[in-house]
């Protein structure tokens, strides 16, 4: 299994910035995708999940209604769009890989397989 994250990027506050996840190695037809990030000195947490059969999604509230989880099954790639991003948005952003069941999408342990992050800075 093999996941690589890129896309991040420098950007002002109030812009975007589109993540992608490049896939290979899973079972895509049982596989969960999630992004999390990591801000310094704080612990990793849960941004956008989606289920790569169906396409079914779930996000935090903290980015709900500014970012969007996507696959692209041609490519074997998950993306995450986000808008209208905020400082505190800056973090190392992972993809990561997972069997959860539906209520452990959001937690870290659901998953297995990540990628090796890509660094998201916001400027006020």
């Known amino acids: 299994v093999q996941l690589q994250a890129f896309g991040g990027g420098l950007v002002q506050a109030g812009g975007f910035l589109r993540l992608s996840c490049a896939a290979s190695g899973l079972a895509f037809s049982s596989a969960k995708l999630g992004w999390f990030r990591q801000a310094p000195g704080k612990e990793r947490e849960f941004v956008a999940g989606?289920?790569?059969?169906?396409?079914?999604?779930v996000y935090s509230d903290s980015v709900k209604a500014r970012f969007t989880i996507s696959r692209d099954n041609a490519k074997n790639t998950v993306c995450l769009q986000m808008n209208s991003l905020k400082p505190e948005d800056t973090a190392i952003y992972y993809c990561?890989?997972?069997?959860?069941?539906?209520?452990?999408?959001?937690?870290?342990?659901?998953?297995?397989?990540w990628g090796q992050g890509t660094q998201v800075t916001v400027s006020s």
């Open positions: 990561a890989e997972g069997r959860p069941i539906w209520s452990m999408m959001i937690k870290v342990t659901g998953y297995s397989q």
């Open positions: 989606i289920v790569w059969s169906g396409g079914r999604t």
